[in-house]
């Protein structure tokens, strides 16, 4: 096996060609059919010459993560399920009027075990490669096809499985090749990472590269977040909401987007919202709320619609810009890692089953 090519950002390919003794522009070339063309066999590949192309071929290829499953809801929502060798991890594509969004991964399974999460109830697996993260991008444009407006991915948020910000080394090279005009050329605006508040994590990403930041909030107080998200323990409010702050000097947006899913009788009661207005009063922001998707097993409810409405309904009185996250197709049966789960628990059981015969 050769070098993945998927997986190197302009600087990483250039220095590839360099070792093969090619000048570095040939880099543009070969990312525009790989990644805008889609294009994973180097014959194909005419206006480089022969020779390169034979080269190519002995020392590098162009391998996305391979589809397990591939499923389409009712809405329009689509969702592949992507082996990564020891275990799957999933990319979701949700179509809308104005914009399509992709929604990817970062890990195999997630090592931050937040109360209310389904990845991380599966424990950590590994990080995912630069070339997995960007594979999953490049899948799913092939498979969309860019022919009809309703399929082109205008904007891609790192909300699948596991903390981007765990894993930097990894999404910082996939995020460049998001925002390269020779590879997919989305605006800083139009790339999302979410991450739960690895608060020296967010300072690298607003060095190195600045891209649409999502914060996982979820609890007003640090003594409620301790309990849904024991990372709170290691950087609490205080210091997430300062870092928060310096991120938006460096940021594509005018402000972070705070991320909070309504969980029944635990986050939503009044008192709640008005601990979340003077926290969100510290930053300039817009509140997203996530109606719960329950799961098996979970430990809580949905926050039922109406509460959910005049939560938001507070907020936006305290003049925060709030939005309700629509619920798509799949957050029935198998939203954020749950369909990954799903396979996982089968996969255990066979195990159990193999064991025991
Ligand atoms: N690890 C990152 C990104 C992946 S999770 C993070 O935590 O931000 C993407 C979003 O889905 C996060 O806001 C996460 O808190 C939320 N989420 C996790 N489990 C959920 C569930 N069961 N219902 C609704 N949202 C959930
Ligand atoms: Fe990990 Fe995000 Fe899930 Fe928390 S919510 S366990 S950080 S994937």
Redesign the pocket.
Known sequence: MGVNLLGLDRDALAGFLAGLGEKPFRARQLMRWVHQLGVDDFAAMTDLAKPLRARLAEAADVTAPRVVSDATAPDGTRKWLLDVGSSAVEAVFIPEASRGTLCISSQAG?MLD?R???TGKQGFNRNLTAAEIVGQLWHARRALGASRADRVISNVV???M???LLNLDNVLPALRLMLDDNAYGLSRRRVTV???GIVPAIDRLREECPVAL?V?L?APSDALRDVLMPINRKYPLRELMAACARYLERAPRDSITF?Y?MLDGVNDAPAHARELIALASGVSCKINL?P??P?PGAEYRRSPEAAIRRFAERLQAAGIITTIRKTRGFDIDA??GQLAGQIADRTRRTLKIARAA
Do not use: K, Q, R, Y
Request: charged share 10%; hydrophobic share 40%.
């Open positions: 997630c937040c209310f999460c389904a790192m909300m699948g596991g903390e981007p979410s991450t739960s999502a996982s979820h991320e899913v996530i719960f998707n799961f939203a954020c």
